[in-house]
């Protein structure tokens, strides 16, 4: 069997590359969204210089934005309940990383995080894409 049989093509090979991306960011946003909910904010400040200039009410939130996410991104598309809020999620975690990146920029610290950041956004991109346009999950019937 040569390379190209072996790669995934079509909707099957976007599913596959689409469920990674799921979740990667289910991994990603749901780490910091537990972090942010449960750290006290003071060792959360020492991890992340934003917390300093943020109130914890707004911290707190954005880590209950990123748990829910996370979980948008896993369960509506594998039980096939609500599929559209998987795209939503994704689209979620993009307006997350334009502030994300907005913020870091006006403290200064663009360069430390702004790989991540794309990388964050380029993911959360092409997942919302992909669950809208390229391979969309039906719903339960």
């Not at 049989?5 to 799921?22: C, D, N, S, Y």
């Not at 210089?49 to 979980?71: Q, T």
């Amino acid at each position: 069997m040569t390379t190209t049989e072996m790669a995934p093509t079509g909707r099957k090979g976007w599913t596959i590359v689409l469920w990674g991306g799921q979740v990667l960011l289910a991994l990603a946003f749901g780490a910091a969204g537990v972090m942010k909910l449960g750290m006290p904010v003071e060792a959360l400040a020492a991890q992340m210089n934003w917390v300093n200039s943020a109130p914890e009410l707004l911290v707190r939130f954005i880590g209950l934005a990123e748990a829910a996410g996370a979980l948008g991104m896993i369960v509506p598309a594998a039980t096939r309940i609500l599929p559209w809020l998987t795209p939503l999620a994704a689209l979620g975690f993009v307006v997350i990383q334009v502030l994300a990146i907005a913020t870091h920029a006006m403290l200064g610290e663009l360069l430390m995080v702004l790989p991540v950041n794309l990388a964050l956004l380029a993911l959360s991109g092409l997942v919302a894409w992909g669950r809208w346009r390229k391979a969309p999950i039906q719903p339960r019937r």
